[in-house]
């Protein structure tokens, strides 16, 4: 294993290591940052657009970058790790929440593109996991980020497209598909100034 430095926005430090690591078969985009911020309430736009520049455009520099690595090497993957939160705006990180929902876009995209030439790519839909990136929120129930790395290696060796992640992740993908108002109905009671989603009462 080789660990390298890399800022996922900057094009050409994204092409350098594509280019070093011509042997990948496996492309896991994780990088993600938090701005917990509502869309209107936030002071300014700075922390929607460094969401959207990481969450969004880092992802898409990425799989461009390694997408001809990937056919060279027969294929292989992609995942891109998004969040539960793309499914639907939790006003308390609305701007989070959209940049996770535009990545999810892009990922369907990516993968009607590269299907031809063999890449598997697959969309995981975590609930809250204990990483630095959610270190400010007020939450007891955090997954495990080995056992949220696991459950998406199982579901990629099971050749599935999506995968939710962890029992909150699963309600509102089922939720989503049954009632979405619903939905959306419930996430929007959690509004800027909460800490989580524990803050509101069911």
Not at 138 to 151: F, I, K, N, R, S
């Amino acid at each position: 294993v080789e660990t390298v430095s890399l800022d996922v926005t900057d094009e050409a430090a994204v092409a350098n290591v594509a280019s070093a690591a011509s042997d990948v078969t496996l492309l896991i985009n994780s990088a993600g940052v938090f701005g917990l911020a509502g869309l209107i309430a936030a002071p300014d736009l700075s922390a929607a657009r460094r969401e959207m520049d990481v969450n969004f455009w880092g992802g898409l520099i990425m799989c461009r970058a390694f997408a001809p690595v990937l056919r060279s090497n027969g294929g292989g993957a992609i995942v891109n790790v998004l969040s539960e939160a793309a499914r639907v705006c939790v006003p308390f990180a609305g701007s989070y929440c959209a940049s996770k929902s535009a990545a999810w876009i892009m990922t369907q995209g990516v993968r009607a593109e590269l299907a031809a030439q063999g890449t598997h790519v697959m969309a995981a839909f975590p609930a809250s996991t204990d990483t630095p990136m959610v270190s400010m929120l007020d939450m007891d129930d955090l997954l495990d980020p080995v056992y949220v790395a696991g459950t998406l290696i199982d579901a990629l060796e099971g050749g599935l497209d999506d995968i939710s992640i962890g029992e909150h992740a699963i309600y509102m993908e089922k939720l989503m598909y049954s009632d979405y108002k619903a939905l959306e109905r419930e996430s929007a009671a959690i509004l800027p100034g909460a800490t989580a989603v524990a803050d509101v009462e069911n």
